[in-house]
């Protein structure tokens, strides 16, 4: 470890997969930065006195992955607006006086879905699966963009119609149901949903989650938070189900980076160069 630079990273468990320290590297050479990003595997047990070891030891920043978006949260010692916001936290700076957390998830989403896909979301349906920290993050920034209906849906109905109580102005939008009831209410004649976004951690066990076909469409864009190599498992669901536009997330993982950089670093970098590393293959070679 070289002490003369900044230190940053991601936190999560598990974390090899992570492709932060790649994407993070990259905006630093672009933007003329010295620092240094790494991954941190830190089981939930020890999170919470991980981190304020490395803020003790002069770490500057961290990205959080799962599972430890919400103890991030409640461990800050301030919020944004958009981490209050969401409940959860994606992004910690360190200073002398306090522990700051941010959520960059769903502007890195949203600038994802709009400006690199160029999807309209305003009157459309949307449907998010999973309602922990992941699906948090996201909430606020979907409902600004004026959707038809917001549905959460989770394995257990309390947990998603516990998040869609905290959005209490967003009612007659926004609601929150089981996986199960939503094939139900489908059933009775809704129309297939336009954007359906996996914000489980069940593709970390080869799993998709267990979403009706009948919530599926032609025209249905199916996006995954989580990204890989191949097929996630959601995705190979939705292109089994006729998708044709089935997206890994690649984009909003750069663009959401993107945002904590800025925060970090007070400079802005350029998404696309990244974004094209990634889909030519070339970054492979270059993290190796």
Not at 92 to 105: C, K, S, V, Y
Request: one cysteine or more.
């Amino acid at each position: 470890m070289d002490a003369t630079l900044d230190q940053y990273g991601v936190i999560g468990h598990p974390v090899a997969h992570s492709w932060s320290p790649f994407i993070h590297a990259t905006f630093a050479r672009q933007t003329g930065q010295a620092l240094a990003y790494r991954l941190h595997d830190v089981p939930p047990e020890a999170f919470r006195e991980y981190v304020l070891d490395f803020a003790a030891l002069g770490g500057r920043g961290l990205n959080v992955t799962v599972p430890h978006k919400l103890a991030a949260a409640a461990l800050a010692s301030e919020l944004t607006g958009r981490a209050r916001r969401a409940g959860a936290v994606n992004t910690l700076m360190f200073d002398a006086e306090r522990i700051l957390g941010d959520n960059t998830d769903g502007a890195g989403l949203v600038r994802d879905l709009c400006s690199n896909l160029g999807l309209a979301l305003a009157g459309r349906r949307i449907l998010i699966a999973g309602a922990g920290g992941a699906a948090r993050g996201v909430v606020a920034p979907l409902l600004a963009l004026d959707p038809l209906e917001l549905v959460l849906a989770a394995r257990v109905a309390e947990r998603a119609r516990a998040l869609a109580a905290d959005f209490p102005e967003a009612r007659g939008v926004l609601r929150g149901c089981s996986l199960e009831a939503l094939g139900d209410t489908e059933a009775r004649g809704a129309r297939a949903f336009d954007l359906i976004v996996n914000a489980t951690s069940a593709g970390l066990t080869g799993q998709a989650p267990r979403i009706p076909d009948t919530a599926l469409g032609a025209a249905t864009l199916c996006y995954d938070m989580a990204y890989a190599r191949t097929d996630t498992p959601f995705l190979r669901w939705a292109r089994e189900r006729g998708c044709e536009r089935a997206v890994q997330g690649w984009g909003m993982l750069v663009e959401q980076a993107a945002e904590s950089f800025y925060l970090w670093r007070g400079v802005r970098p350029d998404t696309a160069p990244v974004l094209a590393l990634l889909a030519s293959g070339t970054a492979e070679a270059s993290a190796s």
